[in-house]
């Protein structure tokens, strides 16, 4: 059974960038606080016209660009995303409208900050299964919109953007060489956006209270982020029978520098293979990792017959990795 392997990537980030000298402004914050204990320096956020889908769609073209193929020749549309356009239609809905792809299947998937994870393992399955030819996964993000802007300890982490990838079967030892996904809903509390669902619908009191917002418990998910995403990098590697060190290149969700360099020291790769992209992006949650993918195929960080990781963790709690041979 041959696999699926990633024949085209692009990404899009809003013109308009909010640095860490202009949070200063906003909340009881600083510059050197906000670096120190994240890693972060800027972040992107949207225009009042863009919404998730045409961030999407902005990231799609260049990654068909890079394929050599044309909207038409997409026959399943993944979007990944916890800010969708709407609650329905999907956001995978609006961005086969917007390309022109008409009849093919479109849906997103909802795992936080796995979630582009998430969606490289199911196309992957639906590619090996025959169900799919051709894939459009992307990862996108409109945060700032959900985000507590009073809220010191969490405005300061989130940014938007989108990054996508084309998948189709591959011809040669190229591709996804193994998966591994899970989640634990026991600890969705500590990381979640309470208001806007069957649960807690939107009220006069929910939109006063901030419950559309994001709540973070930071120092309970930095553990438990730190142990699931050196767990899911075993995992992929063992059952690919590949030691860390063969790794050309990590790609880890970009949530906090902490993190980052918590788990490539208990994993044992070095900071030089690691992608880090935090620092100019901030948290775009299920975007990071294919928006940080792009941008290390375009700066030649990845050549071709490379092994490349990819590992994420995230609010529900999910978590997930994925090993590919370039």
């Not at 640095?19 to 890693?39: A, Q």
């Not at 490539?264 to 880090?276: A, L, N, Q």
Request: contains cysteine; negative net charge; glycine residues 10%.
């Amino acid at each position: 059974m041959k696999g699926a392997k990633i024949i085209g990537t692009g990404s899009y980030l809003p013109e308009k960038i909010l640095t860490n000298f202009d949070l200063e402004k906003i909340v009881d914050t600083s510059d050197e606080w906000i670096r120190t204990r994240t890693g972060i320096e800027e972040r992107h956020i949207v225009a009042d016209d863009e919404a998730a889908s045409s961030l999407v769609v902005n990231a799609a073209r260049k990654a068909m660009e890079m394929a050599s193929i044309k909207p038409q020749d997409i026959d399943t549309i993944i979007c990944a995303t916890i800010s969708p356009d709407t609650p329905f239609p999907s956001t995978g809905c609006w961005v086969g409208t917007a390309l022109g792809i008409e009849g093919v299947p479109a849906f997103d998937v909802s795992a936080a900050c796995s979630g582009f994870l998430y969606g490289l393992i199911v196309a992957d399955s639906l590619i090996k299964a025959g169900t799919a030819k051709r894939i459009l996964v992307s990862g996108v993000e409109i945060l700032t919109r959900i985000t507590n802007w009073t809220d010191r300890t969490t405005c300061v982490l989130f940014g938007d953007g989108a990054g996508t990838v084309i998948m189709e079967e591959s011809d040669d030892d190229s591709g996804i060489l193994s998966s591994y996904w899970g989640a634990d809903g026991s600890l969705g509390d500590l990381l979640i956006q309470p208001a806007g669902g069957s649960r807690m619908p939107p009220t006069h009191e929910t939109v006063d209270k901030n419950l559309h917002t994001i709540y973070m418990k930071g120092n309970e998910v930095f553990k438990h982020a730190v142990r699931k995403m050196a767990l899911a990098a075993e995992k992929v590697l063992v059952k690919a029978n590949i030691k860390p060190e063969e790794i050309a290149l990590f790609i880890p969700h970009q949530a906090n520098i902490r993190i980052i360099d918590a788990t490539i020291k208990r994993f044992g790769i070095p900071r030089e293979k690691t992608m880090v992209t935090i620092d100019k992006i901030g948290n775009i949650s299920s975007a990071t990792i294919p928006i940080s993918l792009d941008w290390a195929v375009r700066e030649g960080r990845i050549k071709k017959g490379d092994l490349v990781l990819l590992d994420a963790f995230g609010g529900g709690f999910t978590w997930g990795a994925t090993l590919m041979r370039w």
